[in-house]
């Protein structure tokens, strides 16, 4: 057993160090928005149940203070007053407001947390292998060929954003959280298994991890040749572009990516960038340079949210600029059924209306890029559109992704229903059950 521990020898840094801001900071930095009082304490109500972490190139860089709090970017990781139901936001401002206990603080936001439906896709539940003497803590083994790993020291985010599917992982709530550390147990389930060509470390954000510490995740996996690719879940590039510029590690860093490359494996950065103004800093150019100086390919991907970039020129602007520097535009996603989604979720026909018009401007080398997607418990379900077939308006559906690989790429419908959001708001149309279905 090779656990991977913390502890890091000490570097000499070269730039601004990292600096996070978090929910103590919040009053002030709403002040800064503009917000009253009252809505401050209401945001901090917000706070008490869904995590908030920003940082200093966040609130220096990206976000626009004249234009908050209905700059995307202020949206995109500040908590709303109205983000949660009205009553529990009262219920909350209330205890804030008398300064109750924390204890009674957290035993109500865990009750409202409790109702946001945590774990989407039944990640908890269904994901996780059993192997040898039990499950493997922080896998999950969902399609043949990919792992996700959440290395326990990955847990959190340069800064959090306000729609995170895995919002869950950030709270206090151990029971709600998914990690591991066991390198040598991950490597023995992959030999066990080798149909897995690609293993995916997600969090939180692997690059959170100092090089000494993400070197011992990566290294072992370097021998096995059935691995044809490992790939990064990160928004790194967005929120904190230094890690590979002026960080103390980002040349070690840099020099383990080319080690992966030299080991003959793809390194795919999936790179989560969700509005076009974190593309435009000069120091992300230059990390995005570096990176793909190592023979590393960074892929990109977001969901489509309402309020934030649920606009077809804010996904024209990302995926041309994207395409300009180097990188591959990957995924469109729906906004997954957890946490605040009522507030974020945009109907899929009108998803579907945004990628079109988005991806009908850009040149073919941009149209890598496939959505709406729903990562649903059956698997990665794209809308290809609304169609009128003998007389009846439907939505035409196919798998990106499935857990059962016999329904890869094979069209379905639904009923066309104005308001749906998710995979479960869909009824068959042509058919008395989905093709999932038993
Ligand atoms: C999206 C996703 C993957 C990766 O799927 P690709 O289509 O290969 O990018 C793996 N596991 C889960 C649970 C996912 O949601």
Redesign the pocket.
């Known amino acids: 057993m090779t656990l991977v521990n913390d502890a890091a020898p000490a570097v000499r840094s070269t730039g601004r160090k990292f600096r996070a801001f978090t929910a103590k900071h919040l009053d002030e930095l709403t002040a800064r928005a503009g917000l009253s009082p009252e809505q401050r304490l209401a945001t901090r109500a917000v706070a008490t149940v869904l995590p908030f972490r920003t940082n200093a190139y966040v609130i220096d860089e990206l976000i626009d203070w004249a234009a908050a709090p209905d700059d995307p970017i202020y949206r995109l990781v500040f908590p709303q007053p109205d983000m949660l139901p009205e009553a529990d936001v009262a219920h909350l401002t209330g205890l804030l407001r008398r300064e109750a206990p924390k204890a009674e603080v957290e035993a109500a936001a865990h009750a409202v947390r409790m109702k946001l439906n945590p774990h989407p ?1 039944g ?1 908890m539940e269904l ?1 996780m292998p059993s192997f040898g003497d039990g499950k493997i803590p922080g896998m ?1 083994h ?2 043949d ?2 792992v ?1 790993y959440f290395p326990k020291q990955g847990q959190t985010c340069h800064a959090y954003c306000t729609y995170c599917f895995r919002w869950a992982q950030f709270v206090g709530d151990a029971d709600l959280k998914m990690a591991g550390d066991d390198v040598d147990q991950l490597r023995d389930y992959l030999v066990a298994h080798p149909e897995v060509t ?1 293993v ?1 470390f997600t969090g939180g954000d692997a690059m959170i991890m100092g090089e000494p510490v993400l070197r011992r995740y990566l290294e072992p996996l370097l021998e096995l040749d059935q691995l044809e690719s490992i ?1 990064i879940g990160t928004k790194s590039l967005a929120y904190w572009p230094q890690k590979f510029v002026t960080d103390p590690d980002a040349d070690d860093m840099l020099r383990m990516f080319e080690q992966v490359v030299d080991a003959g494996k793809n390194l795919a950065f ?1 790179a989560h960038f969700t509005h076009p103004r974190e593309l435009e800093p000069l120091v992300l150019s230059e990390a995005v340079r570096r990176i793909r100086d190592t023979g590393a390919v960074i892929r990109t991907q977001a969901p489509l949210i309402r309020s934030i970039n649920d606009d077809p020129a804010a996904w024209e602007s990302m995926w041309r600029t994207q395409t300009r520097m180097g990188m591959v535009p ?2 469109m996603f729906v906004e997954r059924d957890t946490g605040p989604q009522d507030y974020f979720a945009v109907p899929l026909g009108r998803a579907h209306d945004i990628f079109r018009n988005a991806y009908k401007n850009v040149s073919g080398l941009a149209r890598t890029v496939r959505g709406p997607s729903m ?1 649903a418990t059956p698997g ?1 379900v794209c809308v290809d559109g609304v169609v009128d077939l003998f007389g009846e308006k439907v939505f035409a559906l196919h798998f ?2 499935a857990r059962n690989d016999d329904l890869v790429n094979m069209p379905f419908y639904a009923k066309y229903d104005p308001e749906a959001v998710w995979l479960d708001d869909l009824k068959p149309a042509f058919a008395d059950r989905f093709p999932w279905e038993a």
């Open positions: 896709a990640q994901n999950q969902k399609y060929e990919t996700l690609s995916l790939r999936m990957y995924y990562s990665k990106i992704q």
